[in-house]
């Protein structure tokens, strides 16, 4: 497969592979099912790696916002205006019913609204996602100029790896392993951002095949280091190096999947963000919700109830907010023109 072809197709494929990657986070959520199959098992235990495909996806649509030669406060605007409005909203009104439960402080919701519980490191945060991804809007400017004036970007790609690696486990070995959550993405920031440089560059070079099938061999070495104990490895990194082979298949797959399940996936992929932060709150307060409910069936019920809830009030929580928001938008457009 061509260099250029591989980054095609999973753009063609973005929102249908973050729609598989959000179907993996919600299994990892289910927390309180268990699965016996020990490869079932497995996949779900290490479900948190959806997130780092939502990260590849996310620095690949960055690298080509930056590129457009837009101004700088569009992008940061643009990418502003799709995260937290969402977030304020779920984050705000959830946080005060907490409050008027007597189960949190106004403090934290302060805290959870302004994202600075993550790096605070505070007990009682919501997630750490969006802050880690308000992070990653923040940076991608500055590595984005740094990926383009760089001769090898694969080069750079790669050293993103032990870079990680070294202050993960300086945060780790100083009391702070919270930021590892975010720590451990940086390799799949720059894995999308170079995803998102060959889609932009005219040339074609054939050796970019080589170069991912290179990466994957790289995350199998990595795979069988954890996997004999030799010295421990995120699983993060080893989905990271695999990640370019692995949504070409997963792309490959998708073509031939009948049009209902690629529009499934692709309405998961579009509305994650959405979903993502209600089923959040679905994980969390399981054994508040749950009693509530009147499930006496089981944990597997509430899950499979949870997520039946989630995605109806996903859409009707996008489509409230999009409507706010396309008047904020020409509200930004008359004042940037003036």
Request: aromatic share 14%; charged share 15%.
């Amino acid at each position: 497969m061509a260099g250029k072809t591989e980054a095609h197709l999973i753009s063609r494929y973005r929102s249908e592979l973050m729609g598989l990657a959000m179907l993996w986070v919600m299994l990892f959520h289910c927390f309180w099912v268990s699965i016996d199959q020990p490869l079932l098992k497995a996949f779900k235990e290490i479900g948190f790696c959806g997130v780092d495909i939502f990260i590849v996806m996310s620095g690949m649509g960055q690298y080509m916002s930056l590129t457009k030669n837009g101004r700088l406060k569009d992008y940061y605007f643009r990418r502003l205006l799709r995260i937290l409005p969402a977030y304020w909203l779920v984050v705000g009104v959830y946080g005060l019913v907490l409050r008027l439960l007597q189960r949190t402080s106004l403090t934290m919701v302060a805290l959870n609204l302004s994202t600075l519980q993550y790096w605070l490191g505070t007990e009682g945060g919501f997630n750490w996602y969006v802050p880690a991804l308000l992070v990653f809007y923040l940076l991608a400017p500055f590595y984005v100029r740094l990926l383009r004036r760089c001769r090898s970007g694969m080069l750079l790609t790669l050293c993103s790896f032990p870079v990680s690696y070294v202050l993960s486990d300086w945060v780790l070995r100083n009391g702070l392993g919270h930021l590892s959550d975010f720590l451990y993405r940086l390799p799949a920031f720059a894995v999308g951002c170079l995803l998102g440089r060959f889609l932009t560059e005219e040339r074609n070079d054939e050796d970019r095949a080589l170069l991912w099938g290179g990466l994957g061999a790289f995350g199998l070495l990595l795979a069988y280091i954890r996997v004999k104990g030799l010295y421990y490895i995120s699983y993060c990194y080893i989905v990271t190096a695999v990640m370019v082979p692995l949504c070409v298949l997963l792309s490959l797959v998708l073509r031939r999947l009948p049009a209902p399940v690629c529009r499934f996936l692709r309405l998961m992929g579009v509305y994650s963000l959405e979903i993502y932060l209600i089923n959040v709150i679905v994980t969390v307060e399981v054994q508040a919700l749950l009693p509530w409910l009147g499930l006496g069936m089981g944990y597997g019920v509430y899950y499979l109830v949870g997520f039946l809830i989630t995605i109806p009030l996903a859409l009707a929580l996008h489509h409230v907010l999009e409507l706010a928001v396309k008047r904020l938008e020409g509200w930004w457009k008359t004042r940037s023109a003036a």
